[in-house]
């Protein structure tokens, strides 16, 4: 293993709560049925777009769109959490040697400010986020576009994740999938509805397991 791929929202963020406000201010806008908290979290994953179009309606994507995301510019750093264990487990890794990267469907722009903004840019060798192609996981173009942007092959990489998106995407490119439940699914959930090589019920416990990593070893 030479490169590890990292989802963004659940597995090194927690963006959830900004996220669903910006859901409801949407639907206050267009004068609709709001979505509580729990319905975002188990909702997000496949991108902007296809959150909207779960809890708004197909119908109303498009005037939904720009709306959410004039709103996630002005506040997207309220609420943004790193979770436990992102910035340790990316910084281990990065003396260890690995590329490292994010694999995200968050926009790429948006993603690039806010791992800029938490300072975990600085471990990562690419960003690649919706927008910077025309495609989003679990689009098998997406997983080839990222292993040809850090010169990868699918045999020496993993992509590390927190939902049945990162599952497929990883699939769909022929590379191992490991999960963990501090995303918009459990650990029950996740071992439902899809195959991985591991769940995890965080990133402190899949750095042990996967790299024989230690809290303690830690440097920031």
Known sequence: MKTVLFDLDGTLIDHFTTIHRCVVFTQQQLELPES?????????????PVTLGKLLGEAYVDTALPIFQNHFEQIMFQDLIA????????????QRGYQLAVFTN??????RTILDFLNQAQYLDAIIGTGDTPY??????????????????????????????????AESGQLKTYLVATGSHTKTELAATTQPAGIYADLYELGAALFDLTPETAQV
């Open 136 to 169: 989003r996981k679990p689009d098998p173009e997406f997983t080839a576009h990222a292993l040809e942007c850090l010169t990868a092959s699918a045999k020496d990489t993993i992509l590390i994740g927190d939902s049945p998106f990162d599952f497929a995407a």
């Open 83 to 94: 979770l436990p264990g992102s910035n340790w487990i990316l910084n281990e890794l990065k």
């Open 106 to 111: 968050k926009n790429g722009n948006q993603s």
């Open 36 to 48: 509580d908290y729990a319905t975002v979290r188990a909702t997000v994953g496949g991108s902007a």
